[in-house]
């Protein structure tokens, strides 16, 4: 991690920058100009900037002062990386904290400037400081990069090479996927498509990439137009027989930079629907006011959402071969915490080296957090140098992690004790639980979205009190991102509906500052459970494969209905994993999912 010393030297030369140019405030991002949730390290500039490490969050620069603006996941970690920066934390989403674009409207002077790197904010975020800024008549300079000529050694941009998504993962060729939309432009009376996220470009292209640690992408666009379709990546990561399959499949190949020109060329007088919160504000800014502009979501990121039963099965199947994996990796933790000899890194270490025995394995999908006692309560700590802890029986342990398979993306949480756990942490603990299970038995309606649902678990811990400071759930992809919209669960108003062929974690949590953090997360699929005379209803197939650790649960909190259901998901985890054990974790797994009864 960046010293406050290094952090304190790039602000006063990025300052020192700004009144060179006469810029009032200069905005910096983690973000790609696909706005991924993940970028290649060429764009970490806040990371570089600000030293905060958190996936989320940007940063504004003044002369005087700065902020970062980041969400409850990364409060206590902010608070810690920003000390000594000058660089002030606005905890985002809540009432009393302004957004950035309003902050600047109510601290800078009248015909001030500000300036950002136009590739690394969206389009939509550009209209947001644009509305709020004309007010003051304060200019947005989008073409002025100021960090590349200070930052020694940027990273350059990915090349890692292109590689194929077969149908036999995909279940869909390329061709069918464009007849889809192509059929939605149809339908919504639009010439062309802009694809410019990420995920939604390499599922169409049935192609995935190499350019981040843990999301298997490629920094690519597709347009897509009536009789034809054209990707736009850069040619040296695409192996001639890619190319050639993407051409029997109908799409055209063209370097990354010339979409631009491209869309210029090609939409002319016609309609391109694009979407404003994925799309780079410098790229839509430079499309001349010829091309019929129509801001829309990406209807690719619906379609993914929903997968088909190749899909399905091979998800099935991946999370079947890391459950194999977690369990090696409990049974060791088991065999080994007592010699005093484990900490976090090690055991993400341990973690990952059984994932990559595993078949069809390309990468992990996340940084493995691994934290124990304290740590677990930072909701995506991840361990270093300086704060590895040894893992003993005294508190915690809290692992969240997940694989990339060629069928599928994994993401798992398991938090364990042991020791003697307390009476406060056996109640969090169960606590934890019962959320996941009720939340798991939920029926519901046809319509129903995950801010309907959200309540279900986190319900629970409110009836005691206790609330966690992020969603409940997300959708996961098929190698592709761990999470994937557009389906959640949490208090937003996000008015999409769940269906069956969606996926969605299932992850509520304690978190208490300090002294240790909870969670329990599974992957559940949406079913079709009845129709009758009321309507159809809905209810989720829990297809995460692990035991849950037993030994710190309060018995007396759970109903023999909740207890019923851990007996027969540990029943079905066994009867899952245990073939593909040896004698030893076969043991160990027979323990870990033994009947229990009050």
């Not at 192996?239 to 499949?249: A, C, F, H």
């Not at 020109?261 to 629907?273: R, V």
């Not at 934890?432 to 649902?453: D, E, H, P, W, Y």
């Not at 108003?493 to 599974?522: A, F, Q």
């Amino acid at each position: 991690m960046n010293s406050t010393n290094s952090v304190n030297q790039r602000l006063t030369a990025l300052r020192d920058a700004m009144t060179t140019h006469n810029v009032s405030a200069y905005i910096v991002t983690n973000n790609d100009p696909h706005n991924s949730e993940y970028s290649a390290d060429h764009w970490l500039a806040r990371t570089w900037i600000s030293g905060f490490t958190g996936s989320a969050g940007n940063v504004v620069i003044t002369k005087q002062s700065g902020g970062l603006w980041t969400d409850g996941r990364y409060y206590i970690q902010a608070e810690e990386q920003l000390h000594g920066t000058g660089i002030n934390l606005f905890k985002a989403r809540q009432p009393e904290t302004p957004t950035i674009p309003n902050w600047l409207a109510n601290t800078l002077e009248e015909n001030g400037t500000i300036a950002v790197d136009g590739r690394s904010i969206s389009y939509a975020f550009y209209q947001e400081l644009k509305q709020a800024l004309e007010p003051k008549n304060i200019k947005i300079i989008l073409d002025l990069d100021l960090l590349t000529p200070i930052w020694d050694e940027r990273p350059n941009r990915p090349t890692a090479n292109v590689f194929e998504h077969p149908a036999a993962f995909a279940g869909v060729e390329t061709q069918e996927k464009l007849i889809h939309i192509r059929t939605w432009l149809t339908q919504n009376h639009v010439d062309n498509l802009l694809i410019a996220t990420l995920d939604d470009v390499v599922w169409t292209l049935n192609i995935r990439g190499g350019d981040t640690l843990y999301c298997p992408v490629s920094e690519a666009y597709l347009v897509v137009e009536r009789d034809r379709a054209t990707a736009f990546i850069d040619k040296t990561k695409l192996p001639q027989e890619i190319e050639k399959k993407l051409n029997d499949q109908g799409v055209s190949v063209r370097h990354y930079e010339y979409v631009s020109q491209y869309l210029n060329q090609q939409c002319e007088g016609l309609s391109l629907a694009f979407s404003p919160t994925y799309t780079d504000s410098l790229l839509v800014n430079s499309i001349e006011n010829t091309v019929s502009l129509k801001p829309m979501a990406c209807p690719v990121t619906d379609m993914k959402a929903i997968k088909n039963q190749t899909e399905l099965a091979n998800l099935e199947q991946s999370l079947t071969d890391d459950g194999v994996a977690v369990v090696k990796f409990m049974s060791w933790l088991e065999d080994q915490v007592p010699s005093g000899l484990v900490t976090e890194l090690s055991a993400e270490a341990q973690l990952q080296s059984y994932r990559r025995q595993t078949r069809h394995y390309v990468s992990d999908s996340f940084r493995t957090i691994a934290g124990f006692a304290a740590h677990g309560a930072k909701m995506h700590y991840a361990a270093n140098d300086e704060s590895n802890a040894v893992v003993n029986e005294s508190n915690f342990f809290l692992v969240d992690s997940g694989g990339q398979y060629l069928g599928g993306t994994t993401d798992i949480t398991r938090t364990f004790h042991f020791g003697s756990p307390t009476i406060k942490q056996r109640s969090d603990y169960t606590l934890v639980l019962k959320a996941v299970i009720r939340l798991t038995q939920t029926r519901f309606m046809k319509g129903s979205t995950g801010a309907n649902l959200d309540i279900m678990a986190r319900g629970v811990l409110w009836q005691h009190g206790i609330d966690y400071k992020c969603g409940t759930g997300h959708g996961v992809g098929i190698c592709l991102n761990v999470h994937e919209g557009p389906q959640n669960f949490s208090q937003s108003h996000r008015e999409v509906e769940l269906k069956p062929g969606m996926v969605i974690t299932n992850e509520p949590g304690v978190y208490r500052e300090g002294e240790y953090g909870v969670r329990i997360e599974n992957i559940m699929k949406v079913v079709e459970v009845e129709q009758n005379e009321f309507g159809t209803f809905y209810g989720f197939e829990t297809i995460t494969l692990a035991p849950i650790a037993t030994n710190a649960l309060d018995l007396s909190l759970l109903s023999q209905e909740e207890l019923n259901w851990l007996n027969h998901y540990h029943t079905q985890v066994y009867k899952a994993l245990s073939p593909s054990l040896d004698a030893h974790d076969k043991a160990w797994l027979q323990r870990a999912t033994q009947f229990i009864e009050k």
